[in-house]
C-alpha cells in the first residue's frame, strides 16, 4: 500500500524567506510520481509541481522546487521568497504506476498549513 | 473555462436522505475520480472510472454508489446519507497518459 506522511500539521514564515515543508512516502512501486498541491482558503485544490521516480533532476517551477531524495524516500517542497498570498494548506500526493494497474490514483498526505507573516 | 465542474456547491441533508453529487469535465479525459476531505485526513479516494464504463473502488467507498455516465460525466451518489458523510467532496480527471490532474471547485455537504 501507499502512503504519504506529512509531518508539520502548521508551519510559519516570515514574507520573503524561504520554507520548506516535509513529505515521505512509502511505495514498493519502482514507478510513481509525487506531486505537491496548494488549498487556499477557498478551497480550491491548485496544482504546484510534479517529480516523477526516474526523473534526475529535482523539478522546478517559478518559487516552487521540489527536493526529491529518493533514497530517503522524501519529496519536500522549497517555497522560495514566500508571498502572503502563499499562506494556504499545502498537500503532497502521490501516484503509482505498477504494471498500469493504478489508474492514475492519488495517494494524498494530510497537508501542512503554512502561515506567511508581514 | 475547461475544466471540471461540480453541482452542488453546498448541500445541507438530513440523516438517512439521499442526494446525487454531479460532476462534469469537458476536457476528454479518460480517468475520473471522487475523493472526500475532511479535517486533518487529506483528501481519500472514494472511487474512481479508469474509462467510462468502468469503475472501482477507493479507498473509502462504504455509503457510495457511482455512474459513468459517458466519458464527460461521473455522479457519486448518497443512498441513506450520515452524519459521517460530512465533508468536502471533489471530483477530479486525468488522463491517463499524463501526469495532470483537475479537480472541481468543490462540494461542501453536511448531514444533520
Known amino acids: 500500500a501507499q502512503k504519504i506522511t506529512q509531518t508539520q500539521p502548521g508551519m510559519f514564515v516570515q514574507e520573503k524567506e524561504a520554507v520548506t515543508l516535509d513529505c515521505t512516502y512509502d511505495t514498493s512501486d519502482q514507478s510513481y510520481g509525487l506531486f505537491w498541491y496548494k488549498q487556499p482558503s477557498s478551497g480550491e485544490m491548485i496544482f504546484l509541481i510534479y517529480q516523477g521516480s526516474y526523473d534526475e533532476q529535482n523539478a522546478t517551477e517559478g518559487r516552487y522546487s521540489l527536493n526529491f531524495q529518493k533514497a530517503r524516500k522524501s519529496a519536500n517542497l522549497v517555497i522560495s521568497a514566500s508571498q502572503l498570498g502563499d499562506s494556504a494548506m499545502y498537500f503532497c500526493?502521490?501516484?503509482?504506476?505498477?504494471?498500469?494497474?493504478?489508474?492514475?490514483?492519488?495517494?494524498f498526505g494530510q497537508g501542512t498549513i503554512l502561515t506567511v507573516h508581514p | 473555462n475547461a475544466g471540471v465542474t461540480q453541482t452542488p456547491k453546498f448541500q445541507v441533508l438530513k440523516t438517512g436522505q439521499s442526494m446525487t453529487l454531479q460532476c462534469a469535465q469537458d476536457m476528454n479525459h479518460n480517468s475520473m475520480y471522487w475523493y472526500r476531505q475532511d479535517p486533518g485526513m487529506g483528501l481519500r479516494l472514494i472511487y474512481y472510472s479508469a474509462s467510462e464504463g468502468t469503475t472501482d473502488k477507493g479507498e473509502v467507498p462504504n455509503g457510495y454508489n457511482v455512474s459513468r455516465l459517458n466519458k464527460r460525466e461521473f455522479s457519486l451518489r448518497l443512498e441513506s446519507a450520515a452524519p459521517s458523510q460530512t465533508s468536502v467532496y471533489f471530483c477530479?480527471?486525468?488522463?491517463?497518459?499524463?501526469?495532470?490532474?483537475?479537480f472541481g471547485s468543490g462540494t461542501r455537504l453536511t448531514v444533520v
Open positions: 477530479a480527471s486525468a488522463s491517463t497518459d499524463s501526469y495532470g490532474y483537475t
Open positions: 500526493a502521490m501516484r503509482t504506476n505498477a504494471g498500469g494497474t493504478s489508474y492514475g490514483k492519488l495517494t
